[in-house]
């Protein structure tokens, strides 16, 4: 018996889940996944669908940062821009709500090829500096365009109704968003199994010589942004639906920051590395909360400070990772994995 | 016409006062990204740290305001060593979205704390200097707005002294110039690094005691560190010059556009108009007036 995985076919060689281990244990999670809101806590529930959300938008990041290699300091933009054209297009317009999630996508990502424009004559540092611009110039016009947007008082969404089911409570929509996700990661995970996911990564690894042989520049950059874009109007469309109501405040640079740090810690480059970041850091801030309660009655103080202790934990997290785990949770799972698949015989 | 013209004119000279604080800071900012390539977004937290501790030594401490103005610097000049050394020294030779992504959580960790120790109010500076606006060449202008103007021009210069003259500020140079070569020389490179942390929160937290003193102290001082890459970009991202040059025109187009578009837009403009501008000089020069134009090899 090999000791080992040894591939005799490319067939199986390519396969996304290559052991039947791995395949019954993604049978086994998606079983979970299936039946969690029949006993689970609505407040879990609540946990369980923003992570779902984020997972859509934070892989749309990836695909530009981690897999393209164009940093992006302006996410939580086109995540507005996708949440106020679905919300616009649904109240405004009247459309369905199968109508509104793919226009809403699709303004995000062209206004994301607009802001995309500038990676084709800078990178690195200038093009973060392009797309930070792009983050404030979103929040000034969401702002102050008020006949569209309602400004700062913000705009009502309805429940999405799905050719008459509507998804009111959290265990409707919760089934709704895992169709999104898991859309989204099989979508993220498959692109790069295909001829324009490669031109990307080649474009992230040296963009010179990627032109060289052959992959335009031009094309593969705002493709990327275009699809990152795509991912995180959906993300944002889907998360007007869900809480109802939406405001500039939702998605200020913070919202940025917070995708960059969820695929830095998961791993950038890396899908799975994405699910695991975006778990990681919406479960973190939610158990501080939870801690603060108990500790309520202890340190009175702990509650009105929580804001702060919540960004400082935050953002320790992310520098802990970048100095010790530079590769993020993915690089994390990929040892323990390579240590258990051998054991116990690993040497 | 006249009444214009003075309006025009009162807009230039806000303009100069606010551009020379951006200058300052922009000094502060190329000096980082010049020695250690690190954009730091952390840049308008330590000023918001400088202006803070400042505050808290005069007013809790009871330290006269020069002396409090002097310690501040000496805080400075230690955080930014001690910055340097825990959270940036690791960081040397990791990829660009890496070290962009630390100096922003650098900069969360730094807001947070401050607004554990201070809360999120505004808080005002004991008056040191007088209301009464002095009559300057048919202008009113604040005796604060002056003495700001003055003081910042007075720092450049400085600091332009010190690159030219002090040894350091030549190791500085020649580390900007070319690392390898610094090092070759016998330049202590990791000390250059250091140096320029420290420098560099001295300047921005001068920069945050005049703003202190301008508008107040509050959470929001932190916003100028953004208002900063505009200013860089304009003047070229490793050019001194064109930082100040760079802080200087930002400050005063901030302001014009303001006083003329937010009366039609509706207000606001004055945050947004940099950024504006800041994606035109990208497309068009994105290697700004005085920056050194990148040529890369396969």
């Given amino acids: ?347 | 016409m006249t009444e214009n013209l003075a309006f025009f004119s009162q807009l230039i000279v806000t303009g100069l006062v606010l551009g020379s604080v951006y200058a300052l800071v922009a000094l502060g900012f190329v000096l980082i990204y010049k020695s250690t390539s690190v954009l730091n977004f952390a840049q308008g937290e330590l000023l918001m740290l400088g202006a803070y501790i400042c505050l808290a030594l005069t007013i809790q401490a009871h330290i006269p305001f020069v002396w409090s103005f002097l310690l501040t610097l000496a805080f400075s000049f230690a955080f930014g060593l001690l910055v340097e050394r825990t959270i940036l020294r690791p960081m040397i030779g990791e990829s660009i979205i890496s070290v962009i992504m630390i100096t922003i959580a650098l900069s969360t960790v730094m807001r947070s704390i401050i607004q554990i120790i201070w809360g999120t109010e505004t808080k005002v500076f004991p008056q040191i200097f007088s209301d009464e606006p002095i009559y300057f060449l048919g202008l009113f202008v604040a005796e604060i707005h002056l003495f700001s103007l003055g003081f910042a021009v007075i720092c450049v210069a400085m600091f332009g002294l010190f690159f030219k003259f002090s040894s350091a500020g030549l190791a500085m140079r020649v580390t900007a110039f070319d690392q390898q070569v610094a090092q070759t020389m016998g330049i202590n490179i990791k000390r250059i690094f250091a140096l320029a942390w420290a420098i560099s929160a001295i300047v921005s937290s001068i920069g945050g005691i005049i703003l202190g003193n301008i508008n107040g102290i509050s959470n929001e001082l932190a916003a100028m560190g953004l208002k900063v890459f505009p200013c860089v970009i304009l003047g070229g991202l490793d050019s001194i010059i064109g930082a100040i040059v760079g802080g200087f025109m930002i400050g005063i187009l901030e302001n014009i556009a303001g006083g003329y578009l937010d009366p039609i837009l509706g207000g606001g403009v004055k945050e947004l108009a940099p950024f504006v501008f800041l994606i035109i000089i990208l497309m068009i020069k994105p290697y700004g007036l005085f920056g050194k134009k990148l040529i890369e090899r396969l």
């Fill in chain 1, 1 to 347: 018996m090999p000791c080992g995985l040894f591939h005799t076919r490319y067939r199986t060689d390519e396969r996304v889940f290559q052991t039947i281990w791995v395949r019954s244990w993604i049978a086994g999670l998606g079983l979970f996944v299936l039946l969690l809101p029949f006993f689970a806590s609505g407040y879990i529930l609540y946990v369980a669908n923003t992570i779902f959300i984020f997972i859509v938008g934070a892989i749309g990041l990836n695909i530009l940062t981690g897999f393209t290699g164009q940093i992006s300091i302006g996410h939580g933009a086109f995540v507005a821009i996708g949440a106020y054209s679905s919300a616009i297009i649904t109240t405004k317009l009247n459309l369905p709500f199968w109508l509104a999630m793919p226009a809403g996508g699709l303004s995000a990502a062209l206004i994301g090829m607009v802001f995309g424009i500038p990676s084709l004559r800078v990178k690195g540092l200038y093009l973060a500096i392009a797309t930070l611009a792009a983050q404030f110039i979103t929040d000034y016009t969401i702002v102050h365009w008020e006949s569209l947007t309602n400004g700062i008082t913000g705009m009502f969404v309805p429940s999405p109704d799905l050719f008459g089911f509507v998804f009111d409570s959290d265990r409707k929509y919760y089934y709704l968003l895992l169709v999104f996700a898991a859309v989204a990661v099989v979508s993220g995970r498959n692109l790069f199994r295909t001829r324009i996911g490669r031109a990307l990564i080649a474009v992230r690894d040296r963009d010179i010589a990627a032109e060289l042989i052959g992959i335009s520049l031009f094309k593969y950059k705002l493709l990327a942004f275009a699809l990152s874009s795509f991912y995180a109007g959906i993300a944002g469309g889907l998360w007007g639906f869900y809480t109802n109501v939406i405001t500039p405040e939702h998605f200020t640079i913070v919202v940025s920051i917070d995708y960059l740090a969820m695929i830095i810690v998961g791993g950038l480059g890396s899908i799975l590395g994405t699910i695991f970041g975006v778990i990681f850091m919406t479960v973190l801030p939610e158990l501080l909360t939870t801690l603060s309660l108990i500790l309520k009655d202890t340190f009175g103080q702990i509650t009105t400070l929580l804001s702060a202790i919540k960004g400082m934990v935050f953002a320790v997290t992310v520098i802990l990772f970048l100095i010790l785990e530079p590769e993020g949770l993915a690089e994390i799972w990929r040892r323990v994995k390579a240590y258990w698949r051998l054991w116990p015989f690993s040497y």
